[in-house]
């Protein structure tokens, strides 16, 4: 072996070294910042339901969705007419945040998203499957479960 390919092989393992050490900070960032932003993503969760029962009142000119928050902190929301609820629930321990809506078929259980941190800890969302969730999207279709008209416009 020359000395020109032990050079490039001791370069490639201290790059290798370095990366790894670099992954490991961000991770370790991103999991303070998951910890340190959790309640701010749940504040955006709750005021998203409530915007999107408010947006969907106006539009409807009706008390159709009524959106409570509990005592405990979760949010319950009804359709006007109809028996099934959504209920928000938020485990700041487990950073998590449970959706369940007994308007969606049985083998659909309930949802569950995680808060995760991002860019080296700058900032936290809701995540499913290690992806980023569309918040609006997800609150958007579960409302349209609940109402009864399915989760996608035909």
């Known amino acids: 072996m020359s000395s020109d390919e032990t050079k490039r092989a001791a370069q490639e ?8 050490a670099v992954q490991i900070e961000e ?4 999991a303070q910042a998951a910890f ?4 701010k993503v749940w504040k955006r969760v709750a005021e998203t339901f409530m915007a999107q029962c408010e947006a969907w009142n106006a539009i409807t000119k009706t008390e159709s969705l009524a959106c409570k928050e509990t005592i405990l902190g979760d949010l319950r929301i009804r359709c006007a007419g109809k028996p099934d609820i959504i209920t928000v629930h938020y485990d700041s321990k487990k950073l998590q945040v449970i959706l369940r809506n007994t308007a969606r078929p049985e083998h659909e259980g309930d949802s569950t998203f995680f808060i995760q ?3 080296g800890g700058t900032e936290a969302d809701l995540s499913r499957n290690n992806q980023r969730a569309n918040l609006e999207v997800v609150v958007l279709g579960e409302l349209r479960v609940l109402a009864g008209i399915g989760r996608t416009a035909k």
């Open 13 to 20: 393992f201290l790059a290798a070294q370095f990366t790894e």
């Open 27 to 30: 991770e370790r960032l991103n």
């Open 36 to 39: 340190a932003l959790a309640p």
């Open 117 to 119: 941190g991002y860019n």
